[in-house]
Nanobody, 115 residues
Framework: QVQLVESGGGLVQAGDSLRLSCAAS????????MGWYRQALGKQRELVAT???????NYADSVKARFTISRDNAKNTVYLQMNGLKSEDTAVYYC?????????WGQGTQVTVSS
């Protein structure tokens, strides 16, 4: 079992940057895939980015070249660096991990980008 706590969201202007953090309650050194998802108002939750233990990353086409996912296993934390934010990036951002057959989600952090 693991608890995930996201932080770093806020209200920014288009073109600004934010860094989100996802702190896990236990070591993530044995968790292969960690990911960030987002859900905009009235829309389904969607994948933003994932990262594996060996550092392989995967991004949604809409965020490629703007967002960077990283993980610090020593700090049990996953990050999402978001640059060049656009109004369409406005959403609640969630951290996700999979352990065995169980999926764990954080409570989310709101990112609002004003144009």
């Amino acid at each position: 079992q693991v608890q995930l706590v996201e932080s770093g969201g806020g209200l920014v202007q288009a073109g600004d940057s934010l860094r989100l953090s996802c702190a896990a309650s236990r070591s993530i050194s044995s968790i292969n895939v960690m990911g960030w998802y987002r859900q905009a108002l009235g829309k389904q939750r969607e994948l933003v980015a994932t990262i594996t233990l060996d550092g392989n990353t995967n991004y949604a086409d809409s965020v490629k070249a703007r967002f960077t996912i990283s993980r610090d296993n020593a700090k049990n934390t996953v990050y999402l660096q978001m640059n060049g934010l656009k109004s369409e990036d406005t959403a609640v951002y969630y951290c996700r991990s999979i352990m065995g057959i169980r999926i764990y989600w954080g409570q989310g952090t709101q990112v609002t980008v004003s144009s």
